[in-house]
């Protein structure tokens, strides 16, 4: 793997929602100011081409409609995926649930057609407002869904959810995402910080 993210000649692609996104949208470097961007400053004048394809709000089923066009067309040297937690966001705040089996579907779809390394980081939740506690019953399901995909395919897992609770047991989870979800600075730097420990050192 580090032949790749110290490549200029490779391409890394990045695709999730919001904590993907980032504002990379309005961004002229086309990063946006979360972990994608920690990563393209932590890797060096070596780093691959990095390109960031997150949309915020998106769930699983939004990756599937845009893959081609947004992802396979990159002709990716390593595909990156954070989704799932508006899969499940949606169900508490809109009344529109995403089942994990139709969430485990979705993922397949993006997954069969790549030939490059994955890796694939664990959507999270770190409960700061009331009531997120009971949002564990939806994520828990898509999490072991990422978990088994992670062992079939031979992605790498990013184990985001397990480590960022952790260290919010010690800084308090306001302190890594304000409402729960979206980090703050201090939870992208911890985003990239494991990714990178992850997909670079283990």
């Known amino acids: 793997m580090t032949t ?20 990379r949208r309005t961004d002229p ?15 060096g004048a070596r780093r691959p081409r990095i390109v960031n394809v997150g949309i915020s ?9 845009r893959w081609s066009a947004d992802v396979l067309a990159h002709d990716p040297s390593l595909v990156s995926i954070m989704i799932g937690i508006n899969d499940t966001w949606r169900r508490y705040d809109k009344n529109d649930p995403t089942t994990a089996e139709s969430f485990e579907a979705s993922y397949r779809t993006l997954l069969d057609p790549l030939t490059c390394p994955v890796v694939l980081v664990e959507p999270f939740l ?10 564990r019953d939806d994520l828990d399901p898509k999490l072991d869904v990422v978990r ?5 395919y ?7 959810d397990v480590e960022l609770n952790r260290q919010a047991r010690t800084v308090g989870a306001a302190t890594l995402a304000h409402d729960g979800v979206h980090p703050s600075t201090a939870g992208h730097r911890a985003i990239a910080d494991l990714w990178r420990k992850t997909v670079l050192e283990d």
């Open 154 to 160: 031979g992605a790498i897992l990013v184990p985001a």
């Open 29 to 43: 470097d086309g990063l946006g100011d979360g972990y994608v961007r920690n990563l393209y400053d932590d890797l």
């Open 148 to 152: 088994k995909l992670a062992v079939e």
């Open 126 to 135: 770190m409960p700061v407002k009331d009531g997120q506690e009971g949002w």
């Open 57 to 65: 709000g998106d769930r699983a089923a939004d990756l599937v409609g």
């Open 4 to 23: 790749i993210l110290l490549d200029p000649r490779r391409t890394v692609v990045f695709a999730g929602d919001s904590v993907t996104d980032c504002g």
